[in-house]
């Protein structure tokens, strides 16, 4: 199964110079904008990615991370795309 890039990101879903000063602090944002995009709970988001840190990071090195999560209301494959400001250990 192919995703097409522009089917995956929400619509407005993209944001070039995020603040943030802790890996709490983006989790809590792109739950708030991903809660815009979808009409889902911003705090059933932030439980999902919180969840899935809990097993590991998805921080995968070089200054990227992916953070996801699965939510049984979501009945698509939908995300946002944060570039930070400034750099923050994502404990990867």
Known sequence: MTIDLGELLAKDGVFLALKAQDKK?????LSDYASKATGMSSHDIYSSLLQRERL???GIGGGIAIPHGKLAKC???F???ARLEKPI???S
């Open 75 to 77: 009945a698509r494959i």
């Open 25 to 29: 602090q983006v989790l809590q944002t």
């Open 79 to 81: 995300g946002v795309f």
């Open 56 to 58: 590991g990071s998805t």
């Open 89 to 91: 250990d994502f404990e």
